[in-house]
């Protein structure tokens, strides 16, 4: 007997405008049709934890309706659950519900979806009912070509890394060392090359973020910011996602405390994923997410990198959130929320945090990827500038402090830096 296809419905929950009552009715007319449909609101199961359902359902589906209006795009757990979906490679089939396409154009760019025709499904019509089937039908192979592609694409990856290997290690947390010496501290500060989410026994990983504290996409793999968030997620032995851990917690950390959009340089602490994931296994303890990319979407300059005072702060910010971390023996979620019970409940296993490692602020997509030199001076200059500060370094427990640079051609740039700032 053939498997029926599988779909994932996502939409706006706890709002009272009928979406619900528009799921609920697209829902009966697909397990009518004969699909297998997975929707939170009628599938949950007692006693298990939430968001591994609704990850784990996604990665099974053969294709995502996205349902959308105007409200969609003020869901946080939509946004999730279509990056989970892109990641994944699922196909997402968006269906406007209510309001009208050019409302929902503003939901469409969020998802990076404008490409995707959207079907209309609001009067509940012969005819709407039949333009979905169909746009089901033609649709729902779509998710395992692109499995199937993306598989071919690892694997040839995977091939290509292990000749690079053999060619020269790429990730060396320690590949040049300094030691830095003031009349109140003493310190390791290294150079790191490489992909510092590979990166072992290194316990804070500084992810620069923008304004409004949103991770990359799942599947944006080429970014840190979705590195750090695909290394701390929790996968399944199938390879999908069922806790999206880091980002899931930044979410909290931000409502709890964080005005949105907030400060350039401000730093949000979160631990480093789940008890299981990737970076938790290389023995990172915490991740620190610094605002480094002002996002304006509405001004003549929606994108701006902080200038070189912001990265003085944002780096005296991190290691300032070190201290703060370490006097509340690693206390750090919101007041009242489970996380903080089980926190609390090791404060006497609690070992300082004795090292962090920072990628080089704003040269990624950030906007000054032409000023690697200035911005690893500034940041060396910055570090330097703290250690020098008695009030800073009192109860400073840092021993080893890295700077990373990604690829060969960065290595190139920042040495010269730091020779020259440091072995003088």
């Known amino acids: 007997m053939s498997r029926k296809t599988q779909i ?26 004969d699909y297998e449909v997975w929707m ?87 005819s709407e009912r039949k333009k979905l089937i169909d746009a089901i039908e033609i649709n729902k192979e779509k998710t395992r070509e692109r499995q199937e592609e993306w598989l071919v694409t690892l694997q040839s990856e995977n091939q290509s890394i292990a000749v690079l290997k053999k060619r020269f290690n790429r990730t060396n947390k320690s590949f040049a060392t300094y030691t830095y010496r003031s009349e109140w501290a003493e310190c390791k500060i290294h150079m790191a090359a490489g992909d510092m989410t590979r990166m072992r026994g290194i316990d804070v990983l500084v992810n620069t973020e923008n304004s409004y504290m949103q991770m990359a996409r799942v599947f944006e793999t080429f970014s840190l910011s979705c590195k750090l968030r695909l290394g701390g997620s929790l996968f399944n032995k199938s390879g999908f996602i069922v806790e999206d851990s880091v980002q899931e917690e930044l979410y909290e950390q931000i409502k709890y405390e964080y005005p949105i959009p ?38 003549r300059q929606p994108i701006k990198p902080l200038d070189n005072a912001e990265i003085i702060t944002a780096v005296h910010n991190c290691l300032n959130t070190v201290k703060e971390v370490n006097a509340d023996q690693g206390v750090i979620s919101p007041p009242s929320s489970l996380r903080r019970e089980q926190e609390k409940q090791k404060t006497r296993q609690y070992t300082h945090i004795e090292s962090i490692i920072f990628p080089m602020f704003a040269t990624g997509r950030g906007g000054r990827e032409q000023d690697l030199d200035e911005v690893a001076r500034t940041m060396v200059e910055a570090i330097i500038e703290y250690l020098g500060d008695y009030e800073n370094v009192e109860g400073f427990t840092l021993k080893d402090i890295h700077l990373c640079a990604y690829s060969q051609l960065d290595v190139a740039i920042i040495k010269p830096v730091m020779d020259a700032v440091l072995a003088r």
């Open 8 to 33: 994932f419905i996502s939409y706006k929950t706890g709002v009272e405008n009928n979406l619900t009552f528009v799921a609920n009715t697209i829902h009966d007319l697909l397990v009518a049709s």
């Open 40 to 126: 939170d609101t009628s599938d949950m199961i007692a006693g298990e934890e939430w968001p591994t359902q609704i990850y784990e359902a996604i990665g099974k589906s053969d294709l995502v309706l996205l349902l959308l209006a105007k409200e969609t795009a003020a869901s946080d757990w939509v946004r999730r659950e279509i990056d989970v979906a892109r990641g994944s490679r699922v196909f997402v089939l968006p269906v406007l519900i209510r309001d009208t396409h050019k409302d929902v154009e503003p939901v469409l760019n969020l998802f990076d979806l404008t490409k995707v025709q959207a079907l209309t499904f609001r009067e509940n019509s012969e």
């Open 262 to 299: 907030i400060n350039m340089g401000v730093v949000v602490p979160t631990h480093a994923g789940h008890a299981e994931s990737k970076l938790a296994k290389n023995g990172a303890r915490y991740i620190f997410h610094a605002a480094t990319v002002s996002v304006a979407p509405n001004s």
